[in-house]
Nanobody
């Protein structure tokens, strides 16, 4: 069983920056990532990173957001720059663990970008 603890959300003006963090308990963590969801819409991938550091970004955030991880600390970060009002959402940390890739979700952290 993996538990995820997220932090770093909040309210920021457009053009500002925020950094999200997610600490995972347990071992055997493979891909770590961030998703986001707004009411009435499906949860969407924002960015992900493999244990070897390969990254993947949604087109809407590429060039503005940077995902990174510290494998020794089982922590994934999402540096969000040049934030836009349309980035407003609940952001969820997601990891998969073990050979079968069991997926776990964080509790979510609200990011609000004011115009």
């Amino acid at each position: 069983q993996v538990q995820l603890v997220e932090s770093g959300g909040g309210l920021v003006q457009a053009g500002g920056s925020l950094r999200l963090s997610c600490v995972a308990s347990g071992s055997g963590i493979n891909v770590m990532g961030w998703y986001r969801q707004v009411p009435g819409k499906q949860r969407e991938l924002v960015a992900s990173i493999t244990s070897r550091g390969r990254t993947n970004y949604a087109d809407s955030v590429r060039g503005r957001f940077t995902i990174s991880r510290d494998n020794a600390k089982n922590t994934v970060y999402l540096q969000m720059n040049s934030l836009k009002p349309e980035d407003t959402a609940v952001y969820y940390c997601n990891v998969d663990q073990g050979l079968v890739g069991i997926r776990y979700w964080g509790q979510g952290t609200q990011v609000t970008v004011s115009s």
